[in-house]
């Protein structure tokens, strides 16, 4: 008898990413095979969906995706449907009376328990739904199939001790736990043995890290720390907290080779009085401050950012502040979002909510500003002379030459001609930049020089055979590969 398959389908932030490997993990731990590529909807025996409560219609997407899948369950009696995940950690009890045909709700503070309650649910021929209120394990000590064979996330922290009124993640992933260092470092070089050459630090508030174990300075020891893992090449971290940023974080990005000079830092808005009402507590100056900082220690750093336009009540002279801001911080890339209504939020409820057409014209004009800046910024990196990291995925086709693509150390995408010598996701081509536009650079011709590596050797061992399938359908790319938009998870404001 063939095992049964499975397929986890993941939304949101690279929080949920890692969890959805986490998930697969445990399923095959317990017996589950990943489904095929190409299959048809329903074909998996497993479904499981890992959901975002901060996505703008995140409800309406999960049960038009379950509606779509009642008619193909009805047909295979043994199929089973689980929803986990933040929006089912506020849900609870609604999602079964609204799709009664799922037979497993979880939530963010008991993943591990999947496997336990898809058993319970067949046996007992009726839906489970297990919400815990607090954190069992921490979740890095679940068994993990990474997506990746030469990049990986590395979770230092969970939940978020923040209030801001726009966000409910808090709310339904609790307040901030902090792994012990020794075990996070512990992770790393186990993962390097592995081949891994770089890892993301990850965290809801990353730079926070610390204060759970009472060490203000915890998170630029640990940076620190990850410098002296030998075969280690790229460390980076999403996403912290302006109010978290001191002067030891920089110094340890500045001063650890091997931490990568890129900083996401969430903006959200220019206007102090706007800040205060998000609770976002740093105002203009500080956030300028902060970046003025970087800049001064690692001159080359590309530093992005999290916008939210149309916040209720915010003026014409608030988005002015704004613009302000995004003007003087020249940031190589801005994630600009629509505020829109998240129930059970202080936002949701705050008089003087923005007119549609106010916060698109608004959303407009920021994103022409962004796009002008971001260009302006990459024609700086013409004829620089880059080592890239080879991202999975074939790269771009123009006309009859091939390009693959990959990131620079400052995670700029990079596309560039396919050399001669194999070269495979995970080994380091040097690259001089020819061309820029807003959101990639191009070097043209073929690399100066390939470095071939462990992590290209990991990628070649776990592809050598035919092609494991893929049953992760995940709402974002891997650390390593491209990504159209990153989600970082401090504030979490995304849409």
């Known amino acids: ?49 890992n959901t975002c409560a901060v996505r703008e219609n995140a409800d309406n997407r999960l049960y038009g995706n379950l509606g779509r899948l009642a008619p193909l369950k ?17 849900d609870r009890d609604t999602i079964v009376r609204k799709a009664p045909w799922v037979d497993v709700v979880f939530g963010t503070h008991n993943i591990g328990r999947l496997p336990v309650l898809l058993e319970r649910a067949r046996v007992r021929e009726e ?7 607090s954190l069992e394990a921490f979740p890095s000590t679940l068994p993990t199939r990474r997506e990746s064979a030469y990049a990986a996330w590395v ?25 012990r260092p020794g075990d996070i470092l512990a ?80 903006l959200q808005s220019g206007s102090d009085r706007v800040l205060k009402a998000m609770r976002r507590s740093y105002r203009q100056e500080r956030f300028l401050g902060i970046i003025g900082k970087v800049r001064a220690a690692m001159p080359d750093a590309a530093i992005s950012t999290d ?16 613009l302000r801001v995004v003007r003087e911080s020249r940031f190589a890339q801005a994630f600009t979002f629509q505020y829109s209504k998240r129930p059970g939020t202080p936002a949701a409820e705050m008089p003087d909510q923005i007119p549609k057409a106010v916060v698109q014209e608004r959303y407009e004009r920021l994103v022409a500003l962004q ?21 999975e995925g074939e790269g771009r086709k123009d006309g009859a030459t091939r390009r693959l693509s990959g990131r620079a150390p400052d995670n700029r995408l990079v596309h ?66 491209p990504p159209p938009e990153p989600a970082p998870v401090a504030g979490c404001a995304r849409d």
């Open 187 to 266: 992770e790393v070089e186990a993962l390097v043995a592995e081949g891994v050459t770089e890892i993301t630090l990850l965290g809801q508030n990353v730079n926070a890290y610390g204060s759970d174990i009472g060490d203000r300075e915890a998170f630029s020891k640990l940076l620190r720390a990850c410098g002296s893992v030998e075969g280690l090449e790229r460390v980076r971290f999403t996403s912290p907290h302006p109010r978290d940023f001191t002067d030891d974080v920089i110094a340890a990005m500045a001063e650890t080779p091997n931490v990568m000079p890129q900083l996401h830092m969430p």
């Open 74 to 90: 009805a047909k295979r009696p043994g199929m089973q449907i689980a929803v986990g995940g933040c929006l089912a950690q506020k």
């Open 155 to 179: 979770s230092i922290s969970v939940g978020c001790n923040n209030t801001c009124t726009f966000c409910i993640v808090p709310a339904l992933r609790g307040k901030e736990k902090d792994r």
């Open 1 to 49: 008898m063939s095992a049964k398959t499975y397929e986890v389908r993941t939304y949101g932030c690279q929080m949920n990413v890692h969890d959805s490997e986490r998930l697969s993990g445990l399923l095959e731990d317990a017996g589950y095979v990943r489904a095929p590529e190409g299959r048809a909807e329903g074909e998996a025996d497993i479904v499981v969906f």
């Open 307 to 322: 916008i939210i336009v149309g916040f209720p009540g915010e003026t014409e002279e608030d988005f002015e502040q704004t």
């Open 127 to 133: 839906a489970q739904v297990e919400i815990a209120e």
């Open 416 to 481: 560039f001609t396919r050399p001669e010598e194999p070269v495979r996701p995970g080994d380091m081509v040097t690259v001089e930049v020819g061309y820029a536009a807003p959101h990639h650079l191009l070097a043209e011709g073929p690399p100066k020089a390939v470095r071939r590596t462990r992590a290209g050797d990991a990628w070649e061992r776990r592809n050598a055979a035919p092609a494991a399938p893929s049953g992760v359908m995940l709402g974002l790319p891997t650390v390593g590969a």
């Open 371 to 391: 796009e002008e800046i971001s260009w302006e910024e990459n024609k700086k990196q013409t004829g620089r002379v880059l080592e890239v990291l080879v991202a």
